[in-house]
């Protein structure tokens, strides 16, 4: 089945553009301005939207913040009536290193939240997914803080090749020939070897997004001994 709908995921704004949480961003970006496509943007999906024309597929790019992401693809394929089969969302994935590119369809989100709204909102996994590799954070360091720095140049260029190869390839995406992109993305874009001691892993708590309140901590009732006296009080 051909895709009919392309979704790069990112924050909106000069001060994320840059950032490994805008990798999807980055390659949406890159393929519009490859093969002539214009983004306009679009208040009734705050978003800005393209047209592919080669294939009439639809280009997105949500300008709400990540944790909303899911309003412009659910408003755009409820409109189209486009089957969640039909839709390839480019997102940036801490569980590969730089360099790497992978696509899949349905699974797990592991903590993102542009992933999370999206499902949410389609009610279903069985969305397409390009997912870019950014590495993981350093150990004590957290992912929310990680996705959005800017990686260092040498990083950057090997999301770029990543990126490089599954341009290459998307028009075959688009063509509905998944298992043959895959095929060679996988085969092409080579995982780094693990170090000889490999740490247990760390499973990221959800990615807190720009502009997202975490909900307060209720304080804990005290304990109080047998006699109804506080455990602890001194006399």
């Given at each position: ?173 688009l063509a509905g ?36 309140k975490e909900p ?20």
């Amino acid at each position: 089945m051909a895709i009919r709908l392309v979704v790069g995921l990112g924050n909106p704004g000069k001060e994320y553009e840059r950032t490994r949480h805008n990798a999807g961003f980055w390659l949406v970006e890159r393929f519009a301005a490859s093969t002539g496509a214009h983004f306009r943007k679009d208040p009734k999906y705050q978003a800005l939207v393209a047209r592919h024309d080669a294939s009439g597929a639809w280009l997105l790019l949500p300008q709400s913040f990540m944790n909303a992401s899911g309003r412009a693809v659910q408003m755009l394929a409820g409109f189209f009536k486009l089957k969640p089969e039909e839709i390839l969302v480019v997102h940036d994935e801490l569980d590969f290193p730089p360099g790497v590119a992978r696509i899949k369809q349905g699974g797990g989100i592991a903590g993102h939240n542009g992933l999370k709204d999206i499902s949410q909102r389609l009610a279903t996994h069985d969305y397409w997914r390009l997912r870019l590799g950014v590495g993981r954070p350093p150990a004590g360091s957290e992912g929310a803080d990680y996705v959005l720095q800017k990686p260092p140049a040498e990083e950057r260029a090997a999301i770029d090749s990543a990126i490089d190869k599954a341009l290459g390839l998307l028009p075959q995406m688009l063509a509905g020939d998944m298992q043959s992109a895959m095929n060679k993305l996988h085969t092409e874009t080579k995982e780094e070897k693990p170090p000889a001691k490999k740490e247990p892993e760390k499973k990221e708590p959800p990615i807190k997004e720009p502009g997202k309140k975490e909900p307060e901590k209720k304080a804990e009732p005290e304990k109080k001994g047998l006699f109804g006296g506080l455990l602890g009080r001194k006399k």
